[in-house]
């Protein structure tokens, strides 16, 4: 009798935690909307709520904890706080690369999402070794597409002309 009241706690343990799950999901999915309807404030309040869940309820290196740290950062990128924008990608990309390796194409997202957030803080430097390394996982890659690729590799382009193009007023003043 004891072992079938113990199988039967587990299962109700099982069911909360997707419960559980599926509320953080939802929270997630609210912080999106709110994201598209320029509500950073709110964006920022219901992720961290899905975050919370999902830190409680999951092993730390789960890949639902990486994506909220990694619409975590993009929210800070809107409100340009490069600081934790940054932080909060680095903390992604640690969970991606742990679960998936270097060349797995969420690698890759995170390393474009710090070069844009660089890119944004005028660092083209910065920026581009991250454009780099997300060209090298998607090169890697082989389920990534032509055009994901040929994105990425005309931000490089634009990111260089700029970059030139300072360098040389720069030059010439």
């Known amino acids: 009798m004891k072992i079938k009241i113990y199988q039967f706690n587990q ?8 419960i559980m799950i599926k509320i953080s999901i939802t929270y997630n999915n609210i912080s ?5 309807l320029h509500n950073i404030d709110s964006a920022m309040y219901y992720n961290k709520k899905a975050l919370s869940i999902r830190i ?3 092993n730390e290196n789960h890949v639902l904890i990486a994506s909220c740290y990694l619409n975590l950062g993009n929210l800070n ?3 340009a706080n490069w600081d934790s924008s940054l932080f909060y990608f680095e903390k992604a990309k640690k969970i991606y690369e742990s679960n998936f390796g270097l060349k797995h194409y969420q690698v890759a997202a995170v390393n474009n999402d710090i070069a844009k ?4 803080q005028l660092k083209p430097d910065s920026a581009l070794i991250y454009y780099n390394q997300a060209i090298y996982c998607l090169i890697k890659n082989s389920s990534i597409s032509r055009e994901e690729n040929a994105d990425l590799i005309t ?6 002309k700029n970059n030139t193009e300072k360098n040389n007023i720069s030059h010439t003043v």
């Open 77 to 79: 990128t809107h409100t």
């Open 11 to 18: 299962k109700i343990n099982y069911f909360l935690i997707i």
């Open 32 to 36: 999106l909307v709110h994201e598209k």
């Open 56 to 58: 409680s309820k999951l």
């Open 117 to 120: 957030s660089y890119a944004l």
């Open 155 to 160: 931000q490089i382009s634009s990111l260089l």
